[in-house]
């Protein structure tokens, strides 16, 4: 370990009780979807501690809305700003943006919590509440890589983009905000809870489906005389599992070798049908989601299942006369990817092993928001952040040795990656 590198471990050992601060403050403050103003004035202002070129905008629905990658998600942007801060290099280096999302999932029954789901309570090292691993813990992480640069005394010749954003968790709008403001680099990190010694490198593509069934709803005392939906909905149900099968037997892709039993996700997981104990329904409505590996076509994939229906139906007495209604609907993905071996990878990589002892591995990610910058941002992106626990569960934490373990790792790549300026 050189000075240099010495020097920047010892910053963000001086700032850890300010890394602890912010993390609990940003817990403390309930941000969930369309409630995130108030984390992101936080970060803004921390951002502008570090003397950053603050940009604090509202994502404009329209715009947003027609673009190809929009995700419908019923919610407008509204008084949900999104926060840049751009620390400006000398010239002549390579650009990296380093993304956060504050937005978190609901807390469920509270009461099922032992720690408050707000409270940031730290406990043995752990910081605890909603959306202390996924992803404040990385969000703490993108500002203290630069605090620490900075308490160092180090410029550089890149740009850094500290990108903190609203609707990761609804589908990922917010990024896609940043990317159509122009926000592009030449790499970047979205420091989600991937843990230190994996480095997502792609991510699935996805999309939600609604297949309605028609029944004939009467009393159950006519039960053998009419058609339960909900029979009719167990037989698409098990189409699904089988059409679910078909695909795991065709499809693969490296990345994604061994690291689930289920490759590529496909079911039906919400079923709803009946108003009443006591009489047959008339319909039955199923949601699910289909999802695609990198390399395939999400869109091409819901044909070829959209056609898999219409056969099933065709071949099935009383659906072929009543046809089921497929509908598409709410979350979306595209499919995306960037090369293992691409320099943003071998750089996290290179730094790891140096900091940490660890050289993570690449592998495929589900979905998230890295398709965003890569398809449409033409930004080389990775998911590499700190690894928290319960996440979109009870009692989620996040340990603050890995928070200061990963911003010794991130502050390594941006210095490498952006490179030190002279003087």
Partial sequence: MNDTHAAIEQAIEELREDALQLLQDLVRIPSLEGEERACQDLVAARYADLGLEIDYWTPNDEELAAHPAYVPTGFTYENRPNVVGTWHGTGGGRSLKLNGHVDVVPIGPPETWQYPPFGGELVDGRVYGRGAADMKGGCVVNWLCVAALQRAGLRLRGDVLLESVVDEEGGGNGTLAAVLRGYTADGCIFTEPTGLEEISVSNRGAQYFRITVNGQEGGTEYKHQLVNPIAVGMRIFEAVEDYS???????????????????????????????????????????????????????????????????????????????????????????????????????????????????????????????????????????????????????????????????????????????????
């Fill in 245 to 423: 099968l078909m695909r795991e037997s065709q499809v693969s892709h490296p990345l994604y070798k061994g690291i689930h039993d289920t490759l590529v996700p496909t079911g039906i997981c919400k079923f709803h049908c009946g108003e009443w104990p006591s009489t047959i329904a008339s319909q039955a409505v199923l949601e699910g989601t289909i999802e695609c590996l990198p390399g395939e076509d999400i869109h091409a994939i819901k044909r070829d299942f959209r056609r898999y229906i219409e056969e099933v139906a065709r071949r099935d007495p009383w659906l072929r006369e009543n046809p089921p209604k497929m509908e598409w609907f709410g979350l979306w993905f595209d499919a995306a990817e960037i090369a293992p071996d691409h320099a943003l990878v071998r750089c996290i990589q290179d730094a790891a092993e140096a900091t940490i002892g660890t050289r993570p591995k690449p592998r495929g990610g589900g979905g998230c928001d890295l398709r965003l910058p890569v398809l449409y941002g033409d930004t080389p992106s990775v998911l590499y952040g700190p690894a928290g626990a319960m996440i979109h569960s009870t009692d989620e934490f996040i340990d603050l040795e890995e928070v200061l373990r990963c911003a010794k790792v991130i502050a390594r790549v941006t210095l490498d990656w952006c490179g030190q300026a002279e003087g």
